[in-house]
């Protein structure tokens, strides 16, 4: 059984604004409670992309614009979520344990829903080591076997205006509350 903490972020939410923008500027919707992840991601049609975003330099500065690059397909999810580790903590250990039990934490991940089941996922390990480029090429490979919803996510102009973040998450603050 899964309890409810309400732990706040261990990351300051002003540095890592930057990373959520760029998903919520392609599309996605914002998963920051228990609830929301249910409401969200326990579909029996249709398809779900799940990302949890991270503030990891490397894999995250590849699967962020990989993602979005993704999302330029003419075949995408039809629902599109994200939640943020160490920043949304409850969602992010709801998700974990109700819809990827037995899969060890991992960020950023990315996971396609189908009818309810896990049909896709790429882990941190799956991620680290390749480009944006790659990380879309994988990922348009899931959406046109998977997928059925016409894309883009959002126009072109909006996708060129994304700013992908370039940060390093070693050098983002640790939240203190204030």
Do not use: W
Request: one cysteine or more; proline letters at 7%; hydrophobic letters at 40%.
């Amino acid at each position: 059984m899964f309890t409810i903490n309400s732990r706040g972020p261990i990351y300051d939410p002003e540095a890592v604004q930057p990373m959520r923008d760029e998903l919520t500027a392609a599309g996605f919707t914002e998963l920051l409670t228990p609830q929301d992840v249910d409401n969200n991601v326990d579909h029996k049609e249709g398809t779900t992309l799940v990302m949890i975003n991270s503030v990891c330099g490397c894999a995250a500065g590849s699967a962020r614009p990989g993602v979005t690059l993704a999302l330029q397909n003419k075949i995408i999810p039809d629902r599109i979520v994200t939640v943020f580790a160490g920043q949304d903590r409850d969602a992010v250990d709801y998700l974990r344990n109700a819809y990827l039990p037995g899969i060890p934490p991992s960020s950023p991940f990315i996971a396609l829903f189908k009818g309810g089941e896990l049909a896709f996922a790429m882990q941190r390990f799956n991620i680290e080591g390749k480009t944006a480029d790659m990380v879309a090429d994988e990922l348009i490979e899931a959406f046109n076997m998977f997928c059925s919803k016409e894309g883009p996510s959002v126009t072109k102009e909006q996708y060129d205006a994304i700013l992908h973040a370039k940060a390093c998450g070693s050098k983002i603050p640790k939240y203190n509350g204030g």
